[in-house]
């Protein structure tokens, strides 16, 4: 029988997934899937559980880097793996990116924790261009969630020009397109200021922000997408607020006062007026989570939190869309294995005073530093939902048999134990990739509502058991692509996937109904039916 799970419905058709506390398993460390033939998936905690099996330790090896957060070793620490500087034969690491052709070297069953590519959204100005190329392509009002901006040296023309257009508008903010921490930031209200140093992202500043207690604010929002083809993203419920340490003033004589016009806690930190906040639930200091922001404004302002976080999650799926293309074909011409890559992005984002959100900038390896009670309230659950979501398998032993450890973990029935990489395979048959063309060819969504899911195929299958998996660990996070509305953001992307269209239709059907689903699933893997795979000497394509 599929385990029992509770369906919780959340504004805006978002359905959260909670499962019963009693997991269908004989150890605390492990969780099963919802499949059968389907192997387990190693149980992430922040705090310390029984160990597991010495012969299943053996084989939990996480690569650390210089960069790890503590936050990040904290879990991987409590959940039994062995973190080592140097291992070649490591199942996780959290680290730094790196260059597209490394993603190569990768073995199907490591997991990184960027995908190829995310420059494209990192980087400021790879940002703005791609979001430029959304505004040509579909209007400038679709697409206007970040401020305008220019790219120095090659749009200094066209900077100049529109500079001497907006005098009654004349503030812009100055930045190098790969800084973080408010380095190198400054504001300009003159031509002549605009430094010589090369090159620049200049960008129109938010001259009306939306202030509380007379402070400038903005939104570190944690977005995690553990998959490009199909598009799957989940935003967490819980971020971070950080304020200015200096009250909001628009007289250019303060333009030079970063404490007042930058909201970077690195930054503002080193203010002797900064005021730290321990307390998640308290709305004081320089620094708030995220539900607490939310219940200030419901209680004091009267704001509209469910129009509020409609407008985030439409400025979250639109900025994800932009670099959609480019990330799926590098995606597809370096990772072996779908089971690779994911990420945690940081979104900055900051409201006007008419509440309007704006995107400020994408952060691809967000601070997780902790410094306060409030910090690790907020970064500690969002590791384990994380690395809980992107389902990490036991490595596969040359040493134990499935059978083996089904004994030691005092299991009954052998069920298979270690990765399987048939699940996760790019390659498809010639039916399969048959069945992509036939229904990438209908643009009506009701021509394939129905008949997507009439006749699933192996590959089929395997997506939405992944998928399904997935919804069994949200935790604090909620799934915002996809969804039974988020089929009207198909018009943007710059081309339609096999796989998106898949699991809209899987949520038409079964959103309401997910055991239905899972009930369906479970009887195709009883046949082992997911296992059918493409040789690779078959005529087969690669996703």
């Given at each position: ?148 901006t220019y790219v120095l040296p090659q749009d200094k023309k066209s900077f100049r020009v529109m500079f001497e257009k907006s005098r009654q508008d004349p503030y ?154 480019p990330l799926n074909k590098l995606s597809c011409n370096h990772l072996r294995s779908r089971y690779n890559a994911y990420e945690l992005f940081g979104f900055d ?188 000497n078959e005529a087969a394509t690669i996703l």
């Amino acid at each position: 029988m599929p385990r029992r799970c509770i369906l919780k419905r959340v504004p805006g058709d978002m359905t959260k997934r909670v499962s019963d506390k009693n997991e269908n398993t004989v150890h605390p460390g492990i969780r099963r899937s919802l499949f059968p033939n389907v192997p387990p998936y190693i149980k992430f905690s922040n705090r310390v559980l029984k160990p597991l099996p010495r012969s299943i330790r053996r084989l939990m090896r996480w690569k650390d880097s210089r960069i790890t957060p503590m936050v990040v070793r904290r879990v991987v620490k409590n959940t039994g793996f062995l973190i080592k500087d140097e291992c070649a034969c490591w199942s996780g690491t959290w680290t730094n990116q790196i260059k597209c052709v490394e993603y190569k070297n990768l073995h199907d069953h490591q997991k990184f924790n960027h995908f190829p590519g995310t420059f494209q959204i990192g980087r400021k100005d790879y940002l703005w261009k791609n979001i430029q190329h959304m505004k040509t392509r579909h209007g400038e009002r679709k697409f206007d969630i970040m401020p305008t901006t220019y790219v120095l040296p090659q749009d200094k023309k066209s900077f100049r020009v529109m500079f001497e257009k907006s005098r009654q508008d004349p503030y812009w903010i100055v930045k190098p397109p790969a800084s973080y921490r408010g380095d190198g930031i400054k504001i300009i209200h003159k031509y002549k200021q605009l430094p010589k140093m090369s090159p620049l992202i200049v960008q129109r500043y938010i001259q009306n922000p939306f202030l509380i207690n007379g402070h400038k604010f903005d939104l570190r929002l944690y977005v995690l997408v553990t998959s490009i083809n199909p598009l799957r993203i989940f935003l967490s419920e819980n971020g971070l607020v950080r304020f200015a340490s200096a009250k909001y003033s628009a007289d250019p004589r303060t333009l030079n006062d970063r404490y007042m016009h930058l909201t970077n806690y690195s930054v503002n930190k080193f203010n002797e007026k900064y005021v730290t906040n321990s307390d998640a639930e308290a709305c004081q200091g320089h620094k708030w989570t995220l539900q607490s922001l939310w219940k200030f404004l419901e209680r004091e302002r009267q704001v509209n939190i469910e129009h509020l976080r409609q407008s985030l999650n439409d400025l979250v799926i639109k900025t994800m869309i932009s670099v959609e293309d480019p990330l799926n074909k590098l995606s597809c011409n370096h990772l072996r294995s779908r089971y690779n890559a994911y990420e945690l992005f940081g979104f900055d984002v900051i409201f006007d005073s008419n509440m309007k959100p704006w995107l400020l900038e994408v952060n691809v390896s967000p601070s997780l530093h902790s410094s306060s009670l409030l910090d690790e309230a907020v970064k500690l659950p969002l590791i384990n939902d994380t690395l809980n979501i992107v389902g990490f398998h036991i490595p596969v032993s040359k040493k134990f048999t499935d059978e083996e450890l089904a004994a030691e973990l005092g299991e009954t029935s052998v069920n298979p134990l270690f990765y399987d990489n048939r699940m996760y395979t790019p390659l498809i048959t010639k039916n399969e990739k048959f069945k992509h063309y036939s229904f990438l060819n209908k643009f009506n969504r009701n021509d394939y509502l129905d008949k997507i899911l009439s006749d699933l195929t192996p590959d089929d299958v395997r997506h939405l058991i992944v998928y399904e998996d997935e919804l069994t660990q949200l935790g604090s996070f909620e799934k915002i692509f996809p969804t039974t509305e988020t089929h009207k953001y198909f018009k943007y992307f710059d081309k339609l996937r096999y796989h998106n269209l898949l699991l809209d239709a899987w949520e038409a059907k079964y959103h309401n109904s997910r055991d239905k689903g899972i009930e369906l699933l479970r009887n195709l893997c009883e046949q082992k039916f997911h296992l059918r795979v493409a040789r690779k000497n078959e005529a087969a394509t690669i996703l």
